[in-house]
Nanobody, 116 residues
Framework: QVQLVESGGGLVQPGGSLRLSCAAS????????MAWYRQAPGKDREWVATITSAGTTTNYADSVKGRFTISRDNAKDTVYLQMNSLRPEDTAVYYCKGSSRFRQYWGQGTQVTVSS
């Protein structure tokens, strides 16, 4: 059974930091590119960051570049999103996604709220 389980969300003040984790099971994690997406209330889901299967290449949306860092540990089947200098507009449900040439898997999401 394929599972992607996000954790680490919560309430944080503007300027603060959070580290999200996404633990994978049921598929060969090290062969999948992994990504983080987010969806704010009333808005479409948007891409945040991607990391290749070996972790050699990362890409970021302009809105988070320089503030967020995606990383992975293939020994632990886990992908991370380190979020620094958080802003109220970063408030959203954050989802991880695993993708290969033929399949995509999504997690259930974790809420991040940035507010004073």
């Amino acid at each position: 059974q394929v599972q992607l389980v996000e954790s680490g969300g919560g309430l944080v003040q503007p300027g603060g930091s959070l580290r999200l984790s996404c633990a994978a099971s049921g598929f060969v994690f090290s062969t999948y590119n992994m990504a983080w997406y987010r969806q704010a209330p009333g808005k479409d889901r948007e891409w945040v960051a991607t990391i290749t299967s070996a972790g050699t290449t990362t890409n970021y949306a302009d809105s988070v570049k320089g503030r967020f860092t995606i990383s992975r540990d293939n020994a632990k089947d886990t992908v991370y999103l380190q979020m620094n200098s958080l802003r109220p507009e970063d408030t959203a449900v954050y989802y991880c996604k695993g993708s290969s040439r033929f399949r995509q898997y999504w997690g259930q999401g974790t809420q991040v709220t940035v507010s004073s």
